[in-house]
């Protein structure tokens, strides 16, 4: 399947269900254009704080699953709020700053982005300033030294 075809029937599945989503992010492999047999579809589906993330996945898996007739297995759905993005930044870095934003609201989007993007920044310094690289460069050095010997 082409992505422009997942992309439309991902754009169709949440324009018509109203599933309390604030915005949908295509994230990973197909979102930087590697497309495959094995290819799985990874999204990002912003909620507001009182929702039941779980009852959305699994409602997003098998609306998505049923109607682009493919495998559940085949998807990769992240229910998220606000408050979830700064107790793991690295990921929503990820997610936020290199997926591709195909469907809802682009202004809570885009304050997302901003917030993660400040955060990931700050905490990237923070890293450098307690010397977490060079630490853990020297301890994968000893590791790799003492499995040589």
Known sequence: ??????????????????????????????????????????LGLR??????????????????ASKLKISED???VVVFNSSDISKNLVFFYELLAKGILIWGDREVYLEDLTRVSLLYSDYKIQLVKTGYFAKYVESLGEKVRAWES
């Open 74 to 76: 085949i998807l990769d």
């Open 47 to 64: 909620v507001g704080e009182k929702v039941n993330k779980l009852e959305i996945t699994t409602k997003a898996v098998l609306e998505l």
């Open 1 to 42: 399947m082409k992505l422009e075809k997942i992309v439309e029937s991902l754009q169709s599945l949440f324009e018509k269900e109203k599933l309390n989503i604030k915005y949908v992010v295509l994230f990973g492999s197909l979102s930087r254009g590697y497309l495959h047999s094995l290819s799985d579809i990874d």
